[in-house]
């Protein structure tokens, strides 16, 4: 099966939030629904959603406003399930089940050695990188996406 870049982001973003401080299966959650997210405003919202100001979370990497979540400057809604907490888009939670379904499987039994290479990427970066949603995006994925997309397609062939 072919990876794109839509695993590709789910795997960048899910390091990402591990390295700010996530555990591991919330950091899935997040690098899934923000995956969803781009997908999605790459279509086009009809109304997108605003962010607190970088100010309310107090320079934390993390914090919890409401029903929003921030991770550096970028927000997601949460929900919890038992006595987990995963993101949400639309009212559709996005578990530990949904990101092996849609990207672990994409991978097969390389999804290992394909995790720890997007967290050595994400190590590579400082914390400030990590923060802004902009400079993630413009530094950390968009220069890396088609690469590893053709890498990781090649090394499960």
Do not use: C
Not at 13 to 39: C, D, M, Q
Not at 54 to 82: I, Q
Not at 116 to 135: C, D, N, T, W
Request: no cysteine.
């Amino acid at each position: 099966m072919k990876v794109g870049r839509f695993q590709v982001m789910a795997m960048l973003h899910a390091a990402r939030a591990k390295e700010l401080g996530l555990p591991v299966t919330r950091a899935k959650s997040w690098g899934l629904n923000r995956a969803i997210f781009y997908a999605a405003a790459k279509r086009g919202f009809k109304q997108p959603a605003r962010a607190p100001a970088r100010g309310a979370v107090g320079g934390k990497p993390t914090a919890a406003v409401g029903k929003m979540y921030l991770l550096g400057d970028e927000m997601a809604y949460f929900a919890r399930k038992g006595n987990r907490v995963y993101f949400t888009i639309g009212g559709t939670l996005q578990t530990e089940a949904d990101f092996k379904r849609q990207i672990e499987t994409r991978f097969g039994r390389r999804f290992g050695a394909a995790w720890k290479e997007s967290l050595a990427i994400i190590g590579q970066y400082p914390k400030e990188v990590l923060l802004s949603q902009h400079r993630f995006f413009g530094e950390v994925y968009r220069p890396r996406r088609d690469e590893l997309a053709a890498k990781w397609t090649h090394s499960i062939q």
